[in-house]
């Protein structure tokens, strides 16, 4: 059995095993896609001590520092279960997809989380190329231009004003007919000169040249008429979704089925550890996915070297 075994080999799970293989103890590392969402990411500027950098860049050198140590890779597994230890200090089980179970004395769920998207005609096309989802990632990017951000909840609203500083204008498109994001927001949004707020608005369709986006087309849900945008950038702030539907039932999860954490990324389960998007860690970035991969790595050397083995 392991002594440390991870789920999910994005910056949370890379950092966790390179933390727990340099204790010298028995680290695997369970990854459907090494890298993550890092590998759908073009530019990165906030990777601090890295000016710039594209996503598979980073992924290649992630992956070249955790195979520096002895940790057991197995890439392109999917986990589909987990069941506890019948006492603490014992194994903790781990189901793959593919029938395979594996065994270890502490584990950390490093799984990461999806944007959700709109699902309409252009968004694929055009993602990465105007189509963005991470305001502190991007929004520099769309300096002095103009953008729309989708989704009235509080990250949409965040977003925009988050934007506004940055950009020529931001319109909001908001399905409903009310915004759901907090009052002091939406006051702050409205206080600065260049968002406007469009409500019952449906997204319909991103429009570009072939290289770029050029704009969105969207219904206005009262008068049923199709209406026409030009921006530069679309912002989709609708949910980011956490992979962690397989964990339902083990593990507590948060209302929107985050891993509810501690301070040394411990969940509900003993010896169960957790780090990244996966998480109710706030803020999602690639460096704060490292932090806390760190943390639960040694959130669970502490626990090992504390909990007599069952
Ligand atoms: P993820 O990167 O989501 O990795 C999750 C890992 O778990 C993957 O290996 C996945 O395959 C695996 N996995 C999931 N389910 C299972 C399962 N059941 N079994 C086994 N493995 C599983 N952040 C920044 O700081 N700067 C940026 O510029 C930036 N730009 C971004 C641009 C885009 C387009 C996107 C989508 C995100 C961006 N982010 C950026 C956010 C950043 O990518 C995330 O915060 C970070 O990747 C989270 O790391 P993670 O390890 O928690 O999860």
């Known amino acids: 059995p392991f002594d440390v075994l991870v789920v999910g080999g994005g910056p949370a799970g890379a950092s966790a095993a390179i933390y727990a293989a340099r204790k010298g103890i028995r680290t695997g ?28 860049k980073l992924v290649s050198g992630l992956e070249e520092h955790v195979r520096d140590y002895d940790v057991d890779i197995m890439s392109s597994q999917r986990a589909s ?13 781990v189901e793959l997809e593919s029938g395979a179970k ?7 769920l490093a799984t990461g989380a999806r944007w959700r998207e709109m699902n309409v005609p252009g ?65 702050k949004a409205r ?26 087309r969207y219904t206005d ?4 008429e199709s209406k026409e945008l030009e921006l530069a950038g ?10 962690t539907e397989f964990l339902k039932g083990a593990v507590e999860l948060s209302p929107r089925g985050e891993i509810i954490t501690g301070a040394q990324g411990d ?5 169960v550890f957790a780090a990244g998007d996966a998480t109710t860690v706030p803020y999602k970035q690639i460096i704060i996915a490292m932090g806390s991969g760190a943390t639960a790595a040694l959130g669970a050397f502490d626990y090992l070297i504390r909990t007599p083995i069952m």
């Open 267 to 271: 969940t509900s389960l003993p010896g």
């Open 221 to 224: 849900r009262k008068t049923g």
């Open 234 to 243: 679309i912002f989709v702030q609708i949910g980011l979704v956490p992979n």
């Open 29 to 56: 590392i369970v990854a459907d896609r090494f890298g993550g969402q890092v590998m759908d990411t073009m530019a990165i500027e906030n990777f601090i001590s890295v000016k710039a950098t594209e996503g598979p």
């Open 81 to 93: 279960k987990i069941i506890g230890a019948e006492s603490v200090g014992g194994l903790i089980e």
């Open 102 to 108: 594996l065994k270890s004395r502490s584990l950390i």
């Open 123 to 187: 968004e694929q096309e055009y993602r990465g190329r105007g189509v963005a989802y991470c305001p502190h990632c991007d929004g520099p990017l769309f300096k002095g231009k103009k953008v729309a951000v989708i989704g009235g909840g509080n990250s949409g609203i965040e977003a925009a004003i988050d934007l506004a500083g940055i950009v020529e204008h931001v319109t909001v498109l908001e399905f409903a007919d009310t915004l759901r994001a907090d009052a002091v927001l939406q006051d």
């Open 191 to 216: 206080s600065m000169g260049n968002i406007d707020i469009i409500k019952e608005a449906q997204t319909t369709e991103v429009i570009g040249n072939g290289e770029q986006v050029t704009g969105l």
